[in-house]
């Protein structure tokens, strides 16, 4: 069964320092992963994805994150966390690569606290 | 800019009530979905559509129907609310071109169930 995990609900870092937010995957075939945030009271925001080519991803407000095939990883990562990079973070794949419907599993999320 | 648009951000119904929940988007998306956000369990895929008047059952389907007679609008329909329906609900649409395209989600309607 394809899946999505997220072994920490929350992760708390200080502000200035470097962050991680953990993502693992189980699904057959060559995965698509992406990367949402979710503010307060807001919808989803897409941060970035990998599909193809390089493992290291860059997205939006300075995050990346690195696919990790051996691993089955895909962590998100900021070399100096900001308050304002506190939120609700969410890790998906998309189900069964030959399906063209663009099908997500999300993981349950982790939240990020990040302080000043 | 991507826009996706839900009728409601707050909503409050009755338990056995006929609900109504609404979705626009803008950019000519041949996907889109409704999921519902419950703390702890992430988001999950109610149902999903590829084209007008297509539709897919997702993971947790019982208890909704959906409706998409024009591509840009896609509605979730709640038969006779209960109160284990009192949920976040998100809409998103995607482009159909073997998933790369990222999903861009609605606000979300929060809705409770008295």
């Known amino acids: 069964a394809q899946s999505v995990a997220q072994p920490e609900d929350q992760v708390n870092v200080a502000e200035g320092n470097p962050l991680t937010v953990k993502c693992t995957y189980s699904?057959?075939?060559?995965?698509?992963l992406f990367w949402y945030v979710q503010y307060p009271n807001r919808g989803l925001q897409f941060l970035l994805k990998?599909?193809?080519?390089?493992?290291l991803v860059k997205g939006s407000y300075g995050f990346e994150a690195e696919f990790n095939k051996s691993q089955t990883s895909f962590h998100l990562k900021k070399p100096s966390a900001l308050v304002s990079d506190s939120a609700l973070y969410f890790c998906?794949?998309?189900?069964?690569?030959?399906?063209?419907?663009?099908?997500?599993?999300f993981g349950q999320g982790t939240t990020l606290q990040v302080k000043p | 800019d991507v826009k996706v648009t839900q009728s409601s951000r707050y909503l409050v119904k009755r338990t056995g009530e006929k609900v109504f929940l609404e979705c626009v988007q803008d950019?000519?998306?041949?996907?889109m979905f409704w999921y519902r956000q419950d703390p702890g369990l992430g988001l999950r895929l109610i149902y999903f559509?590829?084209?007008?008047?297509?539709?897919e059952k997702g993971d947790i389907p019982e208890g909704y129907s959906v409706s998409r007679e024009k591509k840009e609008r896609f509605s979730l329909i709640l038969e006779s609310a209960s109160t284990n329906q009192t949920s976040m609900y998100l809409c998103?649409?995607?482009?159909?071109?073997?998933?790369?395209?990222?999903?861009?989600f609605g606000p979300g309607t929060r809705l409770t169930v008295t």
């Open positions: 998103a649409s995607s482009l159909r071109d073997g998933g790369r395209d990222e999903q861009y």
């Open positions: 699904v057959s075939g060559n995965p698509y």
């Open positions: 990998y599909i193809t080519g390089d493992n």
């Open positions: 998906a794949v998309r189900t069964h690569p030959s399906s063209n419907t663009g099908k997500l599993i």
């Open positions: 950019m000519d998306h041949e996907n």
């Open positions: 559509s590829y084209d007008v008047k297509m539709k």
